[in-house]
């Protein structure tokens, strides 16, 4: 057969790139493609050799399991290869897998074990007489790294094994992991100490197996899940795999609980459409389902080729990460001023769907990846989570790749951009003007704990910003009866009603009106702490952040958003309007402290239902009075009212020993003179 030129020189090519990825993944442990790349190249060179199988070499990546494990840890050789799988990734896949093995087999319908394929490291454990005495990775199938200390520290997997019955030899294989919740943690724990970050739980799980230290190994969250047997000495063979599985279990070994048997193909992938639905409420990642023919006398019959064996296959989910480039670099204004950096993609199929925009979180986030215009990074999206980048292929990165400088101004209303105290979260300063956050503000301005407006609820407020008729909290001063009677489900009577509570809401306190400006970090509490130490709103809008943080609970991050908010002309001449349009308040007297009274100092915390006022008017009488009141028990709390149906904060005050009042002893101490 004559081989064309192109077909000799892509195979070429197709080796050198998946011996690179190989290195890169077993070795440094730093992927460089995502692994739908990676199979989609392997698959490639598998056709180009069936095409061709004058092409076949002995050392191309199709004829060996992986790659040299690296020398760091003493070598383990395998008495039993640890094979990989043979890949499916669509249903017909599935239909001539089932096909091809029954007719080795020469059986009309079979029985298969299902399971979840783990995102994990493979491992191979070997216990001597019932005592865990080797652990070992896969490494290159043939080959892996002794980790025997590190295997130890995983406290799922049993030192010793239970059961009388235990084999005087077995060397079990399994997938070590670590779990989402796990992944998050350990992150949160590295960015604390301003550590590199994981890509990925897979890569933490590789990560923390290998390290040299064992006493590091024990503070990672590993987790094992084991699926097979390598070898067993003393002791017999069930005769099917979930029989065996069971028995792992039986000897203490962690086995996953989502293991089912399934009738033929159609079983097999029924499985497997449940499996991808349920995948996001698993506690950890999947990246597809493992078929395996259930009776291991079968197993025997089928045997395996060179890299994988014939009776078992993995069927991959859509690929969650794909390779793309970066086109452009935006910022999104969310409804309540939060700055979003977000990557404009070239389209990619990622995840079932086409992905062109992924999320950047923060501006730290850019500094973390440093990523650039032009750059073709890896973007994940897992379920129905928002796409995000997840690194950058620097390898990739053209000469004219421009480095994004994140805006000062916001792109929609042009107010000033702020951060937090630490410089990460990013957040438009001009909320009563910003259209971005319009809907959000006057929702929040009308709302009963605030301004209070009557009848003027989520759905009107839509109603009157899409039709045009409020662009910022102040026009709702200026609306009549007969504008209102313009809405929709809007007659003359409802719109009169809801003009009469405007008005009426024009007469209000200065705490609520502070908390109705809905500026970040202020809450209702903070609102009423500001309004007792200034006593004024002019004195409050001109303080500096030193002053700020003399107000009781004021810390370093409320002052600086306070003082943010104040500083833009926006948001004060929008106040100024609010005044000049009948807004106002009785002016109060400035205590320099958060309260003053015969309860000042004291921390009160209210639980169950109130007969004789409402919760709110309970706490703002205790207000005036002095009194803190918070929502949860601590050591620092003096009383707790329990009124009707107290909720756990009465048991938490009984265990800390802090007094309770109930409504009748609350209105005595209020009352008092």
């Not at 192109?6 to 070795?27: F, K, T």
């Amino acid at each position: 057969m004559v081989i064309p030129f192109d077909a000799r020189a892509r195979v070429e090519s197709l080796r050198q790139q998946i011996n690179r990825h190989n290195y890169c993944y077993y070795v440094l442990d730093a992927p460089e493609v995502p692994d739908a790349v990676y199979d989609r190249l392997l698959q490639e060179l598998e056709s180009l050799e069936q095409q061709y199988p004058e092409l076949i070499s002995v050392d191309s990546p199709t004829q060996r399991v992986g790659v040299k494990a690296v020398s760091v840890f003493a070598e383990v050789r395998h008495e039993v290869p640890m094979l990989s799988l043979s890949n499916a990734f669509s249903e017909q896949e599935v239909f001539d897998f089932d096909r091809r093995v029954r007719e080795r087999l020469g059986e009309s319908e079979l029985e298969y074990i299902a399971e979840p394929k783990l995102d994990g490291l493979a491992v191979s454990i070997h216990y001597q007489d019932g005592v865990l005495r080797r652990g070992a990775t896969r490494g290159d199938g043939s080959t892996g790294e002794d980790v025997t200390q590190n295997v130890r520290t995983i406290r799922p997997l049993p030192l010793r094994l239970m059961d009388d019955a235990v084999p005087r030899f077995l060397e079990v294989r399994g997938e070590v992991y670590i779990s989402r919740q796990g992944f998050q943690k350990l992150n949160d724990g590295q960015r604390k100490v301003g550590e590199k970050l994981y890509v990925n739980p897979r890569n933490a799980a590789a990560g923390s197996l290998r390290q040299l230290d064992p006493g590091v190994t024990a503070q990672r969250p590993l987790d094992i899940f084991c699926y097979s047997i390598g070898k067993l000495e003393g002791n017999s063979l069930p005769e099917t795999q979930f029989e065996l599985l069971q028995r792992l279990r039986q000897w203490g070994l962690r086995v996953c609980p989502e293991v089912e048997v399934v009738d033929g193909a159609e079983g097999c992938l029924d499985y497997y459409r449940r499996m991808l639905s349920g995948r996001e409420s698993l506690a950890y990642d999947i990246d597809g389902i493992v078929y395996k023919v259930n009776r291991l006398e079968l197993q025997q019959r089928l045997g395996s080729i060179s890299r994988a064996p014939r009776w078992a296959l993995a069927h991959k989910f859509p690929a969650q990460e794909e390779m793309t480039v970066v086109n452009a670099i935006e910022v999104q204004v969310g409804r309540t001023g939060a700055i979003t950096p977000v990557a404009r993609l070239e389209p990619v199929f990622v995840g079932g769907v086409t992905v062109s925009n992924a999320t950047l979180h923060n501006r730290a986030e850019i500094e973390r990846l440093a990523i650039r215009v032009g750059d073709t990074v890896i973007v994940r999206r897992a379920g129905d989570v928002i796409p995000e980048v997840v690194s950058v292929v620097k390898q990739k990165r053209p000469k004219n790749a421009r480095v994004y400088k994140f805006p000062k101004k916001c792109p929609v209303c042009k107010s000033d951009i702020v951060y937090d105290v630490k410089g990460i979260i990013a957040r438009c300063s001009g909320g009563l003007y910003c259209s971005a956050q319009r809907k959000e503000s006057i929702k929040h301005f009308a709302s009963r704990r605030a301004m209070d407006i009557e009848g003027l609820g989520d759905k009107l407020v839509e109603q009157l910003v899409d039709a045009g008729l409020v662009t910022r909290v102040s026009d709702i001063y200026k609306l009549c009866p007969d504008d209102l009677a313009q809405l929709e489900r809007m007659g003359k009577k409802s719109a009169q009603n809801l003009s009469n509570a405007i008005e009426r809401s024009k007469q209000t306190g200065l705490a609520r009106f502070v908390y109705a400006l809905g500026i970040p970090q202020v809450g209702e509490t903070t609102a009423q702490a500001l309004v007792a130490h200034y006593g004024g709103l002019e004195v409050l809008m001109s303080a500096s952040e030193e002053s700020l943080q003399q107000v009781a609970d004021v810390g370093p991050v409320v002052a600086h958003s306070i003082h943010a908010f104040f500083d833009q002309p926006h948001n004060g001449d929008e106040v100024e309007r609010l005044k000049q349009l009948g807004v106002h308040w009785p002016e109060s007297v400035p205590s320099g402290t958060a309260g003053d009274g015969r309860l000042a100092g004291k921390v009160f915390v209210l639980t169950g239902t109130l007969k004789a006022m409402t919760r709110d008017q309970a706490k703002q009488d205790l207000r005036q009075a002095g009194a803190k009141v918070t929502s949860s028990v601590s050591s620092t709390t003096d009383f707790v009212v329990a009124g009707t149906d107290p909720g756990s904060k009465l048991r938490k005050a009984e265990s800390l020993g802090v007094t309770i009042l109930d409504e009748a002893a609350l209105l005595r101490l209020l009352n008092e003179q």
